[in-house]
């Protein structure tokens, strides 16, 4: 089954800035996939486009059977809601909930049996039962990360696209979560990992080399 495609992708924001120059690209359930690429090639925003964050400029994008780049937003929101979750580069946390919250509220949103104890469950993992009522701001780059992909989890997502989801955690911390991603991979949800961390390769079942806004056919 096939969890997202892409068909002639083409992302030029609004300045002129050609981010995506034709990307074609289809993942299959169950496969681990990393996006890998210097810095500006592409890789958050066609993580972008393939969750339904941004629309492209040209090019077709079909998720879960449907395509979406012409979903008006509110109902585009409801069809991610139960099968894509976001592990985002820069975290965007909510300033004004505590780390425990900023679980429950999504995990709420989301219809999670038990979002309270779900919650508490994955910031054990993530070794932050000390720093749940804290706010984001009260934590180190690293912890808010961690956040990050707690609130990611809880929705029990089919998809989950991650965008540099370890590039602030020391390699043993970023190691566990990947060893926790393979799990949940191993249970059938489907990776895209974008990142520039080469050590991560043996982890990807597939890799995609990206380049200028166009992926780069493997020889
Ligand atoms: N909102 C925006 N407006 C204009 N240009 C943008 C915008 N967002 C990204 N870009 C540009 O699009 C190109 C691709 O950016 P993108 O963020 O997708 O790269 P990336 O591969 O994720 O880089 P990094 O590894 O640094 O995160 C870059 O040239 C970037 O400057
Ligand atoms: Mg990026």
Redesign the pocket.
Known sequence: MKVVEALNLEKT???G?R?LRGVNLSVERGEFVGVM??????????LHLLGGLDKPTKGKIILFGREIQNLPEDELAKFRRQRVAYIF?FYYLLEDFTVLENLTVVGEIAGVKEPKAKALELLKFLRLTHRINHKPHQLSGGEQQRVAIGRALITNPKLILAD?PTGNLDSAEGERIFRLFHELNKKGITFIV?T?NENLVPFFSRVLRIRDGKLIEPP
Request: negative net charge; charged residues 15%.
């Open positions: 924001y609004p300045d800035t981010a690429g210097p810095s500006g090639s592409g890789k958050s925003t066609l580069q540099e974008a520039h």
